[in-house]
């Protein structure tokens, strides 16, 4: 393993002990909320805290783009990080949730880490050196055609979102495929794509650190990973298609007519 992905482990399950020592106390959490179905917890800042301090003591030099503490420092090194994605499953005790860290090198992702501390599995990636969980080498799945797929999906759930825009794509993508599932947590959902118990995943409108560790470990386990219209672009517009190559062109066409909208 290589020894940035080595902190960047050593940091998630530094994270991962602080959120599961508060699982069985989730009525004594406060919880914010930053906007409309947007919380934030004790937990959140905390576990980002102690991210960011094992990230520091190891690489003083580097910078940080962090969920809650946003931009810090400048640096051909930035670590992005959220300290809990699927935080409204947490304090609902619905165990989908994850510490997510990636790092990028002069704009390139370099290294990723997905924790779920809830089932303790780590996944784990680092460019051209594919992606693992729990060392175990990962694939995307081997599924041909989207009417046999099983794709992961994300809901709108902010004002400045077009709900109704996203429910005909939504709409679409039951029609064509075996399921869709919200699980409620992207970084996770994007993990699940590499380890193949997703055949693809769609989703608007997310932020640099639900993606980033995701769609470094899909490339790595042989997956593709784009935007509404297969290009790059998809981390500063947080609107990201992934999948197996045969899946992700599938699913190209069937939300083309949407991308114009997205753009």
């Given at each position: 393993?290589?020894?940035?992905?080595?902190?960047?482990?050593?940091?998630?399950r530094?994270?991962?002990?602080?959120?599961?020592?508060?699982?069985?106390?989730?009525?004594?959490?406060?919880?914010?909320?930053?906007?409309?179905?947007?919380?934030?917890?004790?937990?959140?800042?905390?576990?980002?805290?102690?991210?960011?301090?094992?990230?520091?003591?190891?690489?003083?030099?580097?910078?940080?783009?962090?969920?809650?503490?946003?931009?810090?420092?400048?640096?051909?090194?930035?670590?992005?990080?959220d300290?809990?994605?699927?935080?409204?499953?947490?304090?609902?005790?619905?165990?989908?949730?994850?510490?997510?860290?990636?790092l990028?090198?002069?704009?390139?992702?370099?290294?990723?880490?997905?924790?779920?501390?809830?089932?303790?599995?780590?996944?784990?990636?680092?460019?051209g050196?594919?992606?693992?969980?729990?060392?175990?080498?990962?694939?995307?799945s081997?599924?041909?055609?989207?009417?046999?797929?099983?794709?992961?999906?994300?809901?709108?759930?902010?004002?400045?979102?077009?709900?109704?825009?996203?429910?005909?794509?939504?709409?679409?993508?039951?029609?064509?495929?075996?399921?869709?599932?919200?699980?409620?947590?992207?970084?996770?959902?994007?993990?699940?794509?590499?380890?193949?118990?997703?055949?693809?995943?769609?989703?608007?409108?997310?932020?640099?650190?639900?993606?980033?560790?995701?769609?470094?470990?899909?490339?790595?386990?042989?997956?593709?990973?784009?935007?509404?219209?297969?290009?790059?672009?998809?981390?500063?517009?947080?609107?990201?298609?992934?999948?197996?190559?045969?899946?992700?062109?599938?699913?190209?066409?069937?939300?083309?007519?949407?991308?114009?909208?997205?753009?």
């Amino acid at each position: 393993m290589h020894p940035m992905l080595n902190i960047a482990v050593r940091a998630a399950r530094n994270a991962g002990r602080i959120i599961n020592r508060h699982v069985g106390h989730i009525d004594n959490l406060s919880v914010d909320l930053k906007q409309r179905n947007d919380f934030v917890t004790d937990v959140d800042r905390q576990a980002e805290a102690e991210i960011i301090a094992t990230l520091h003591r190891a690489y003083p030099d580097h910078a940080f783009l962090a969920e809650e503490s946003g931009q810090r420092g400048e640096s051909d090194y930035v670590w992005i990080i959220d300290p809990l994605d699927g935080t409204t499953n947490f304090i609902h005790g619905f165990p989908q949730f994850a510490v997510s860290i990636a790092l990028q090198h002069n704009q390139r992702l370099e290294h990723a880490v997905i924790y779920n501390p809830a089932s303790d599995e780590l996944f784990t990636a680092s460019r051209g050196q594919g992606a693992e969980l729990n060392n175990r080498r990962l694939r995307v799945s081997r599924q041909k055609l989207l009417s046999g797929s099983l794709i992961g999906t994300g809901f709108p759930y902010r004002d400045d979102q077009n709900l109704e825009r996203y429910l005909d794509t939504f709409r679409q993508m039951v029609s064509a495929t075996a399921g869709v599932r919200r699980p409620g947590a992207a970084a996770l959902d994007l993990a699940y794509v590499a380890a193949g118990r997703l055949d693809g995943f769609w989703e608007m409108g997310l932020k640099p650190w639900d993606i980033a560790a995701g769609a470094l470990m899909i490339r790595e386990a042989g997956g593709l990973v784009g935007n509404l219209r297969g290009e790059e672009g998809w981390l500063d517009s947080g609107n990201i298609v992934a999948g197996n190559p045969k899946v992700f062109h599938a699913m190209l066409q069937l939300l083309k007519p949407s991308a114009e909208h997205y753009d």
